[in-house]
């Protein structure tokens, strides 16, 4: 045993004896030098068998140089390699996530279906203490909630070995055994705000004193253990009813203490918008008012506030539609809904127009906005109800007709 | 107006129109920016008075300086100046605190007492959105618990007009009007923890993006949120039954949550002794226990699991005693347990002992501590009991016996 990184390592993997694991290998120094202690040292280690799996994300420009270094060290080593592609931009564009968010998704993705293919028991990732200190500090920074200063996936088959350990001490191991690696080189430019924490911030910290890191660890730990606590206190859930249409029940929610309110609002926005505490602070008014409400969002979403329910959804569920089902068509399928209206017996037969709502419509001589507020009908459950309409009349209404030769099936989830 | 100080200011004080305020006055750059801004803008606030107090900590050589150049200054102005006198290493001796921590509480102390004797509206420091961020990385670097991040006495009190301006905001204002100060020249040391940050840390943070500034507030104002949100949830109560010695209910504490069990906990340590988190894990380990349990903790502190409550005590309540009470005295004081036992009728004239329990004593003819077991009486309860002896025999044991003849009488808050 030559250095403290190997002292360090082979204690934290006592517990991978006998055990299959995944290295995950990006080809940088962290990553390399777990890769090669394992290869050193696998009698020593008791592990079972391990593999190591790289994930070419497609980002820069040497993402498939980089592919090829791992596969070839692997080849070189003796260790058997498994290489995935992931397309980050796709799924940035997608969804509204930053693209070290939606790495991190994709990449884990990957990793846990070969964890399944393989059977095998865990995936080791190559974070370490620096890492933890470096997404700590994003975090402040970038102004996260305060039960969310961790920055990794906290899941049992997730290992971090080198989690105690300092980059110095790995950069001594690398150097040590003059172990080959890729370069990142954008990891130079303080423009990106990681780099520039590590190079800044965490640089002086080392120099200054070396036990705040784990003052620093403690806090995090903190943060984990408050939100596991929050999670407990707002037993509330959201109910999700179709992707990117979500809902909670306001008696509930109205029972929270404040605190919990705004932490439970956090939460929910947080898994769909780039949520700000600007936006709890408004979700929290019109949550108060006393008659439904509606307030645009960032990325195209809609809160609502309503009689028995508040809804978070994309605004495309409010587009308009008027579709003809002609002589003997027998369904039509109203996909932003997810919903398909099928027509029985004397039905089938007739040309229909099947619709949402239009200021004005009325029911059998009634306001049809009167009828649904008699019903206390919730606005968006208006808005995204079925109408079927025969010569300028409607005659069946979703949530007041009772089913029968007309019926509505839902797609999937359908709203 | 010429500064962005005083554009900042003037909005501030907005709240202070028709009040009578003390500016508290260091003499520093910040403190004497504020002084100068009142004399020169009291009509336009609209401030009814103010006056300036200063506080000599006697801590540093030229803290008679500092208090002299206040004093003349306040001359110079024409402002009614007040100055007080504090001892902070007398304190620091006593209790276990940071210098900066006893100065802190009196120098609080003082200034209320001023504004009580002239029956005014606000204390006004000088904290700037500096010394806010600076706090906060204190508290950070130093593992303080998360509900804690933030550094200032929230007291309606207390007003800080200069809390949404920086530093350089300062520095212009006084620069600009040529206004004189007194500078601590430790500020520039930077083994002292406040310096290095504002150095090293605030420096860079504050070139790189200084809208940092605003999501660490935000995380601050969190940090209270959460606090406040905790106290209202965990609302078990200790009982301070004596300076150095508390206790609270073990039924009540049981019901608490993990999380609230060690919040509570830490904020009983944090005010006895410098809590830290492997003295709550303590705890909570001996709490578990069925039998009475009692441990050491830093600063002569004991903590006591027992019965039906918990403590927390000095050792000194645990000093064995035995005074002799003379024939014809009524009286016997146990000072350190804050008790007077009384004698009255026949046992006035009689010599008797007062003690408290010995291994192996015996009371009519039973073992002492069993009786006291059979009576569930926590440990200090026994520990602390008076007992009287005569011959060689006790004859009164608090806590069993009833009073008649002897009885004891509480001192203050006597146990």
Known sequence: MNTLYEKKLF?????????????????????????????????????????????????????????????????????????????????????NMSIEEAGRILRYEKLYFLLKELNYDFILTAHHKDDLIENFFIRVFRGTPIYNLSGFNIDEKIFRPLIDIEREEIEYYVNFFKIPFVE??????????????????????KSYNKGFYNNIERLINESKELKNYLDKKVSLDYEITNF???????????????????????????????????????????????TSKR?????????????????????????????????????????????????????????????????????????????????????IIRDTAILVEENGNIIWAEHISKEGPIKIKKIGRGL
Chains 1, 2 share one sequence.
């Not at 130079?188 to 965490?202: A, S």
């Open 295 to 379: 307030i645009n969002l960032p990325n195209n979403f809609l809160f609502e506030k309503s009689i028995s329910r508040c809804y978070l959804f994309k605004n495309e569920y409010l587009k308009s539609f008027e579709i003809v089902k002609d002589y003997g068509e027998t369904e039509i399928v109203v996909k932003h809904l997810g919903k398909i209206v099928t027509f029985d017996n004397d039905m089938i037969n007739k040309k229909l127009i099947v619709r949402n709502r239009r200021k004005g419509d009325k029911f059998k001589g009634k306001k049809l906005k009167d009828i649904f507020i008699d019903k206390k009908i919730d606005l």
């Open 11 to 95: 204690e934290s993997c006592q517990i991978l004896k006998d055990r299959n694991v995944i290295i995950a290998l990006s080809g940088g120094k962290d990553s390399v030098s777990l890769l090669h202690f394992f290869k050193e040292n696998q009698s020593v280690i008791g592990v079972n068998s391990f593999v190591a799996c790289h994930i070419n994300h497609h980002i820069r420009e040497n993402s498939d140089a980089d592919a090829m270094f791992c596969k070839k060290l692997c080849e070189e080593w003796g260790v058997k390699f498994y290489l995935f592609d992931i397309y980050v931009y796709d799924y940035v564009k997608n969804y």
């Open 184 to 205: 990142d080189i954008t990891n130079r430019d303080e423009r990106y705000l990681r780099n520039w924490i590590r190079n800044r911030i965490l640089k002086e910290i």
């Open 244 to 290: 990117n249409f979500v809902s909670f029940e306001l008696e509930k929610f109205n029972k929270l203490e404040n605190y919990e309110k705004r932490y439970f609002l956090m939460n929910l926005l947080l898994r769909y918008i780039k949520a700000e505490k600007k936006y709890v602070d408004e979700l929290i008014k019109i949550i108060q008012k006393k």
